[in-house]
């Protein structure tokens, strides 16, 4: 009966396809059922590149009917759409994602593609099938990556001495790349440039730019694994002459970082995929109208069989570094250089890059990540002169953010010498008398001479500097190819007899450019400027990473991004950012099968297991947040991809109990560290998670890592749980009974059942005599969580309220914008700008909003919308990616309204409240789109 009800069902889509036509514009039976948008490739609109031979592509249903199936057309045109792939129609409830089961791909290849959602009205035996179609003409398309070979491009480099160079050589100066091709070319249909460039690059055409002016690309990777390339349409910037040019400029990024010796011993160059100097792969691919192809690609003229010869010149980048800054010296600009007609001969020709892993193509992928470029900008708010000086200047941009400054300063006549500085700093803070203080922000803690290493500056603070021609009407400065981390920028203007105002200093934030996708308001603006701090701090750590600090060290942490990537997927869309970060860990394991502390590996390796591996609690990243971007965003392949690393990793720490129990802990706590407990809570968990990550690969080991886990529950509460008591403690007596120790057990639901009323008194004990969230990084999850679930989210919010040290509102009343790195204040060490305390949006997000993914979901199919309500706060609104929760209290009266939208390919458990204690009437809706209406009267607390 189903085969002939979903035949049936086929010939009525089919019989509307030609009655509405695929693009379903307008016509009646789309407008009764919905309409479909957002069609994505991979989770990208119009991708120009795609990796995957099978790429995933994702709608958005926008109906409040149920959704039953789908069908996908592809073509070679939009009028051919099925020629390439039909799908069918495929039953599948909630689906919102097809895998592409068509043709191969082909290089460059461009895919036309629609899908038509097939939605059921009414129920049981009156149920009618009808369907929704995509907004406008309803057609997307997306790309495949260029053919393997990349049509034999190279490598290319500029010519130099490449004779192994001491670490004096690195802080020379040396001007930065300038490569071009002039090449002929006419009758242009369609063009296409697939670019990778060491470290950073800018890309033109024809004079015209076609990155990003503040781009930063491509994101950091180890380069000798995996280097990500940018793919652009440059069809619209081919005019119509005949004579061409591409032009790139080249930056050092993480390619070819200085020397510096990070807390006097550690030098990056040692551990990193690193070159001396910067280099590039370029392939300009050019369909004309009468259907030939033209390949322009970088290598050196005398391997050119394209009749065209790559030239290189030196740029204006005296000195360029992503910690200490840039040197710009205008005195080496050529305007025009990117331009066809500009005359390169006296340029000397490009080389081959030195031979390296790169030379295998293979490592080439399609970036996946938005790029790195300039968002929200702003004036300063003040400018003022630096005590003791004349012509220094202090701007105050008004928060803390990563990126650059653009200075226009008008010289009004006020001639500039040729060859003067303009010298920028930059910090976090001041000093007590006004002027600039940038120890928080100093590369590696390097703040006294030698700890550097040769040659390096005594402090290694950031630094952008431009040389004057002398011929300058204004000063126009903007500093690329690096970022800072800072709120102040000292500005010498020495010798001007100019005055530094407030809208002469714009601030650019940069950052990966992903959407953001969940928001928080609530009656309480101390809360609101807390989830302002979050997602200011986030988005201050996006830059292809995501990283403990956007200054003194930028890497990748696993164990900073395991505390907070819940939190981020509640605000942004981290579905593909997670999973590049992901493959770095992945793509860095090592040998003993540990992944890294840090992805990109750096060389830190502290109280791992062994082998250049990191510690339990940093490694625990893979495994957790993989199965969590499964929940949240569905697609299961990386899961495939990294189940066998992650295997090893377990198998590597269940033969290492020691180690795992001396791991790193709870970081930044202010009680004693349960670093034993945590350790095997967090191996514990991984074991879980990878009981679950088996089970939806339909593998034959879910159930032995469960009974892992399981005896590894028991282990824990026999070593460290005292059942008369409910208190966990070492039994060296270094820790005992700690918010930490006390709720990561009930989160994770380590603890028996019998014993858990008097594990939680303990908490309780402890909060109350506290009155102040004194764990870490990841005890803040745990005990606010823990709080919520156990029916106290009042306390929880009293904790994350409050205003005295330790807290946020103790940060905020002392200037923050940011969250800092340590609870305390630190004027001299610790960052004010480190995301790894932010779970506490997570907690507004799930516990007070109460939007909460259900843990049986599949790309946030499934949630929990079940809200805490606290006496002290008045409403609250909450959203994620189509999903929101509002609500408001009436102090005297108690009474709750709330309200929660929902889109059609989920189905919500809705918890209305009863009480302040958890208590609940819960109402299911399963798959039906719209705004539901709840009223209930709280009992008192």
């Known amino acids: 009966r189903l085969l002939v009800a979903m035949a049936a069902i086929y010939a009525l889509l089919l019989s509307l396809l030609a009655a509405a036509g695929c693009a379903g514009s307008s016509h009646g039976v789309h407008e009764k059922c919905g309409v479909v948008s957002h069609l994505c490739a991979e989770g990208r609109a119009r991708p120009l590149a795609l990796a995957s031979a099978a790429p995933t592509l994702s709608w958005v249903v926008e109906s409040s009917l149920e959704v039953a199936g789908y069908r996908v057309l592809a073509g070679a045109t ?224 005398n391997g050119s069989a394209a009749g065209f010869c790559w030239k290189q010149g030196s740029g204006s980048l005296t000195a360029n570094d992503i910690y200490l800054g840039i040197k710009y010296d205008a005195n080496l600009a050529e305007p025009s250089w990117a331009d066809p007609a500009f005359d390169d001969s006296t340029w000397a020709e490009v080389a081959a890059a030195p031979p390296s892993p790169l030379d295998d193509h293979s490592l080439l992928l399609p970036n996946p990540l938005p790029p790195v470029s300039a968002g929200e900008s702003f004036t300063a708010i003040r400018t003022w002169t630096s005590p003791n000086s004349t012509g220094v200047y202090v701007a105050d941009m008004g928060r803390n953010y990563a990126g650059t400054i653009s200075l226009r300063v008008p010289l009004n006549g006020v001639a500039l010498k040729p060859g003067q500085a303009i010298t920028l700093r930059y910090g976090e803070l001041l000093n007590p008398d006004g002027s600039l203080n940038v120890l928080t922000s100093v590369a590696g803690q390097i703040k006294s001479p030698g700890v550097g290493g040769p040659c390096a500056p005594d402090v290694a603070y950031q630094t952008d500097s431009y040389i004057a021609t002398g011929k300058e009407s204004s000063i126009d400065f903007t500093p690329y190819f ?247 403690a070492a039994q060296d007596g270094s820790w005992s009974g700690t918010q930490c120790s006390q709720s990561m057990p009930l989160f994770m639901g380590l603890a028996p059942n019998s014993t858990v009323p008097a594990i939680y008194d303990t908490l309780l004990g402890n909060v109350k005599d506290a009155e102040h969230i004194e764990c870490g990084m990841f005890g803040i999850k745990w005990l606010l969580m823990t709080l919520a679930n156990m029916g106290d989210n009042s306390i929880a919010y009293s904790l994350a309220t409050q205003d005295s040290y330790p807290s946020y509102g103790y940060m905020l009343k002392e200037g923050a914008s940011t969250i800092w790195e340590s609870w305390f204040y630190s004027d001299n060490t610790y960052s004010h700008n480190h995301p790894m305390f932010g779970s506490v949006a997570q907690w507004m997000i799930q516990a007070l909003a109460g939007i909460q993914l259900h843990t049986e979901a599949v790309g946030f199919d499934q949630v929990i919308v079940a809200p805490l309500p606290v006496p002290d706060l008045t409403y609250v609104k909450g959203t994620h990616n189509g999903i929101a929760c509002s609500w408001t209290l009436d102090g005297k009266s108690l009474a709750f309204v709330m309200n929660v939208t929902l889109p059609v390919t989920v189905k919500a458990h809705i918890r209305v409240p009863t009480d302040f204690h958890a208590g609940y009437v819960e109402h299911v809706v399963d798959h039906a789109a719209g705004t539901y209406h709840f009223e209930s009267v709280l009992l008192p607390a």
Not at 105 to 119: A, C, I, N
Not at 700 to 714: F, G, K, N, T
Request: one cysteine or more.
């Open 78 to 301: 939009p009028q051919a759409l099925g020629d390439v792939w039909d799908s069918g129609v495929v039953p599948a409830p909630r689906a919102a994602t097809a895998k592409w089961k068509g043709p191969a791909l082909r290089g460059s290849q461009r895919v036309y593609w629609t899908v038509m959602v097939l939605l059921r009205q009414g129920s049981g035996k009156d149920s009618q099938p009808c369907w929704a179609t995509p907004k406008g003409n309803g057609v997307e398309w997306f790309e495949a990556g260029p053919q393997p070979d990349w049509a034999d491009a190279v490598w290319v480099a500029e010519q130099y001495d490449e004779l192994k160079h001491d670490d004096c050589w690195f802080y020379e100066p040396h001007s930065n790349p300038l490569l071009r091709v002039a090449f002929g070319s006419e009758d242009i249909a369609s063009a296409r440039l697939y670019i990778a460039g060491l470290g950073y690059y800018k890309a033109f055409l024809d004079g015209k730019l076609i990155t990003q002016p503040l781009e930063l690309g491509p994101p950091q990777t180890n380069y000798f694994k995996r280097v990500f390339y940018d793919s652009y349409d440059v069809t619209g910037l081919m005019t119509n002459h005949s004579r061409h040019a591409l032009a790139l400029e080249l930056g050092n990024g993480f390619w070819n970082p200085l020397p510096l010796r990070f807390w006097g011993h550690l030098n990056l160059r040692d551990y990193l995929a690193v070159g001396e100097r910067p280099q590039a792969i370029a392939y300009l691919r050019i369909v004309h109208t009468h259907g030939s192809i033209q390949n322009v690609v970088t290598g050196p003229c």
């Open 482 to 728: 690096t970022w800072h981390g800072f709120q102040f920028a000292e500005i010498d203007l020495t010798g001007l007899n100019v005055v530094l105002l407030p809208e002469m200093v714009t601030g650019y934030v940069l950052r990966v450019s992903v959407v953001q996708v969940g928001t928080f308001e609530s009656s309480n603006q101390l809360l609101n400027r807390i989830w302002q701090l979050f997602v200011r701090t986030l988005s201050s750590n996006m830059m292809g990473v995501q990283s403990d600090c956007p200054h003194r060290e930028r890497f990748g942490y696993g164990g900073d991004l395991l505390a907070t990537c819940e939190s981020a997927m509640l605000v942004y869309d981290m579905s593909a950012f997670y999973r590049k970060c992901l493959l770095d860990f992945v793509l860095d394991q090592r040998e003993n099968g540990g992944f890294t502390e840090c992805a990109p590996y750096n060389g830190i390796s502290d109280n791992g297991l062994g082998g250049q591996s990191g510690p339990i609690d940093w490694q625990s990243v893979v495994p957790q947040l993989a199965l969590l971007l499964y929940r949240h965003y569905g697609d299961a392949t990386f899961l495939d991809e990294a189940y066998p690393a992650m295997q090893r990793f377990i198998e590597l720490a269940l033969s290492n109990i020691t180690s795992v129990e001396a791991g790193l802990g709870d970081w930044m706590t202010l009680e004693p560290s349960a670093v034993q407990l945590t350790g095997l809570g967090m191996l514990h968990a991984d074991l879980v998670s990878l009981a679950d990550i088996a089970h939806i690969l339909e593998k034959d080991d879910a159930s032995r890592y469960r009974d892992l886990a399981a005896q590894l529950a028991v282990q824990i509460n026999s070593d460290f749980l005292d059942v008369d008591t409910g208190v966990y």
